[in-house]
């Protein structure tokens, strides 16, 4: 009996030793499972950052060479596409109009699209985007004209079907100058609007380009102090 009562103590004297290697091993895994998860987002965050970067990219390449389907197929269908001061077109067979409507690349002519110093601000839910770029072009026809541009894109991005799309597209140009003039000229002002091709809304935004200045609002607060960007 006595034998038998030590068996007991020593069993029960166990119990919460037992009890607490089971809650602390429960509270490693815990942690293990937020790390894992901490670790799918950011990769998950990198993988959307590549992607939206491709996106753009592909648009800017589409654009240098006038194909204007490749261009419009980026976009989502409910998209919106503002450039330079001709309106706002809505809906991706609106923005697919438009980009028909631009110069058709032909021998003797360059347009050069350039898109550098990207800014993407992906959202928590991983759904939506914006990014930031600068946008550099070369263009020139032979004898008749050769001019740089230059611009700052602020976009929106949507993810639809696991795919990352263009849903807003708004280009702010700064200036379009005659190279054998540089800046020592005023640039061109804001195109208007397409006579054969009315927007669907005015433009968001009335400014002057160079020699005007003018700051296309930033979607993103100062990375460092937190502040607004402007």
């Not at 194909?67 to 197929?73: G, K, R, S, T, V």
């Not at 347009?111 to 759904?127: E, Y």
Request: aromatic fraction near 10%.
């Amino acid at each position: 009996m006595q034998h038998k009562a030590w068996v007991i103590l020593l069993a029960l004297a166990g119990l919460p030793a037992c009890d607490n290697h089971d809650k602390q091993l429960a509270a490693e895994v815990a942690s293990l499972r937020g790390e894992l998860e901490q670790v799918r987002r950011q990769a998950q965050h990198s993988e959307d950052y590549i992607a939206i970067s491709n996106l753009q990219r592909a648009y800017g390449y589409y654009m240098d060479k006038s194909l204007w389907e490749q261009a419009a197929d980026l976009f989502s269908s409910d998209a919106t596409l503002e450039i330079s001061g001709r309106g706002v077109f809505k809906g991706r067979d609106r923005v697919r109009h438009y980009l028909h409507m631009l110069p058709v690349l032909s021998e003797g002519s360059v347009f050069l699209h350039m898109q550098l110093q990207p800014v993407i601000t992906i959202a928590a839910d991983g759904r939506t985007a914006h990014g930031r770029w600068r946008a550099v072009f070369h263009i020139g026809e032979l004898g008749k004209r050769s001019d740089i541009a230059e611009g700052i894109y602020e976009n929106a991005y949507v993810k639809e079907d696991g795919v990352w799309k263009i849903r807003n597209l708004h280009y702010y140009a700064n200036y379009l100058v005659d190279t054998r003039d540089g800046w020592r000229k005023p640039g061109a002002p804001l195109p208007g609007p397409f006579k054969n091709l009315p927007p669907d809304e005015s433009p968001t935004t009335t400014y002057q380009t160079y020699p005007g200045v003018f700051i296309p609002p930033f979607h993103y607060s100062n990375p460092v102090t937190g502040k607004p960007s402007q």
